[in-house]
């Protein structure tokens, strides 16, 4: 396993923005004006999420006349965002030889 490139992986999801727009990508091809919208931000701030977005090969896009047509390229992307929206109903218990545990007992 490559542990760098995980992170930075990770840093280039890790801002609300960013994880809003990966997560409407997820079942949509969006322009830039149709983000805006969505997460209720000027275009330049759009662009900027697209392009660090872009650059780590998360999304892509095609041309549409005027429109950059952005979508989602890297299949990890999914499975981050379908783990990150799990609910859970508790944490995991502690190992058996952990105090902790049975002091809470």
């Known amino acids: 396993m490559d ?3 995980m992170a930075e992986f990770l840093k280039v999801m ?5 994880l809003e727009i990966l997560k ?5 091809v969006l322009c830039v ?3 805006e919208n969505i997460l209720s931000t000027g275009q330049s701030n759009i662009s900027h999420h697209l392009s660090l977005l872009r650059r780590a090969g998360l999304v892509d896009y095609y041309i549409d006349g005027k ?19 799990k609910q859970y109903a508790e ?10 545990r049975n002091s809470k007992s």
């Open 33 to 35: 004006s149709d983000m």
């Open 3 to 5: 542990y760098r490139q």
């Open 14 to 18: 890790a801002h609300p923005h960013r």
């Open 67 to 85: 429109l950059r047509c952005y979508f989602l390229k890297d299949p990890k992307v999914l499975d981050i965002l379908n783990s990150l929206g």
């Open 24 to 28: 409407k990508l997820e079942n949509d």
């Open 91 to 100: 944490d995991l218990p502690a190992p058996a030889c952990c105090p902790v």
